[in-house]
């Protein structure tokens, strides 16, 4: 089992910045890929982005260039830094972890709220 917990959200004007984390403990050694999704109201979840324990990134096209994920595998933690914002990007997000692929555990999730 894998327990993940997300920080960071909030309210955040466009073209401002928020930085979500995600810790993760438990069965840590079966991890192998981390990332996010968000799901916002009326829409299906989506995929953010993603990364690798070797570091492969994978990244939505609305969301290239304007966000970028990175993990500290030391500390169990993955990040989601968010820059740009637009209102388009309110939604609830979650972090997930998978074993192959993304998808096995998930977090409680996190709002993030763009809006002026």
């Known amino acids: 089992q894998v327990k993940l917990v997300e920080s960071g959200g909030g309210l955040v004007q466009p073209g401002g910045s928020l930085r979500l984390s995600c810790a993760a403990s438990?069965?840590?050694?079966?991890?192998?890929?981390m990332g996010w999704y968000r799901q916002a109201p009326g829409k299906q979840r989506e995929l953010v982005a993603g990364i690798t324990s070797g570091g492969i990134t994978k990244y939505a096209v609305s969301v290239k260039g304007r966000f970028t994920i990175s993990r500290d595998a030391a500390k169990n933690l993955v990040s989601l830094q968010m820059n740009s914002l637009k209102p388009e990007d309110t939604a609830v997000y979650y972090c997930?972890?998978?074993?192959?692929?993304?998808?096995?555990?998930w977090g409680q999730g996190t709002q993030v709220t763009v809006s002026s």
């Open positions: 997930t972890s998978g074993g192959t692929n993304l998808g096995d555990y």
């Open positions: 438990g069965s840590i050694f079966s991890i192998y890929v």
